[in-house]
């Protein structure tokens, strides 16, 4: 590495440890239905190292390619902490992301494991399939992307995937914060194809009558 930097993934990965722990590894642990690696540090303890290690390697100038091998590292570790440092560290950069970079990122969604690391970032597995709903939440919350998020919506509505069913009504939800009246119709539309768990997520933030109306169906 070019730059001398004392962020280095191995550094960041010892920062991890000592703030971590063992009764919230333990509540991390009880928390997941799946089995999850962790060290038990909380997020705000993950994000205020991400942003002490933004501020270094912007300081030094340091390449994104270099930031980018760095996230690798964490992300290779399997740790569930190390791989949200990973997605939030590389989300300060996003600006400096090219089309090469994201196609290097999607080897990462084969190997997720939970819905924790999936739901930081954004294959026929099911941590892929949530992914795919999940990543365009921040975009339809701001009502955009509303067209591809019912496609994806739409290709998800008969997967009776727990995890997937969330992911799917989630997205649901946060684009009836901008057009209540089209995911409402949407919704009574496939209300024979949607689980009732997607149902509910979805009607979260509708108007009462919308609410009513979709339930009752």
């Not at 962790?38 to 997020?43: A, I, R």
């Not at 939970?114 to 009502?143: M, S, Y």
């Not at 949407?186 to 194809?193: F, G, H, K, M, V």
Request: charged share 30%; hydrophobic share 40%; proline share 3%.
């Amino acid at each position: 590495m070019a730059n001398k930097i004392e962020h280095t993934a191995s550094h960041l990965k010892r920062r991890l440890k000592e703030l971590a722990s063992p009764e919230r590894r333990r509540s991390t642990e009880r928390f997941f239905k799946e089995p999850v690696r962790c060290l038990g540090v909380s997020t705000p303890d993950v994000r205020r190292l991400s942003g002490e290690a933004a501020k270094e390697y912007r300081g030094a100038k340091l390449e994104f390619q270099a930031i980018l091998n760095i996230a690798d590292r964490l992300w290779r570790g399997g740790i569930l902490e190390e791989r949200v440092l990973a997605v939030v560290l590389l989300a300060r950069f996003k600006r400096s992301f090219t089309r090469d970079h994201w196609d290097h990122l999607d080897s990462w969604v084969d190997g997720l494991t939970n819905w924790g690391e999936t739901d930081g970032t954004h294959a026929p597995g099911r941590w892929r399939r949530r992914a795919a709903a999940v990543a365009l939440v921040k975009a339809a919350r701001a009502g955009d992307h509303h067209d591809l998020a019912f496609q994806i919506c739409d290709s998800m509505a008969e997967d009776r995937d727990d995890m997937v069913e969330k992911g799917v009504g989630w997205l649901l939800k946060e684009m009836s914060r901008t057009e209540p009246n089209r995911v409402a119709e949407y919704l009574l539309a496939n209300i024979s194809r949607l689980s009732r768990t997607t149902v509910r997520y979805a009607c979260e933030k509708l108007p009462s009558d919308l609410r009513q109306t979709v339930m009752s169906a």
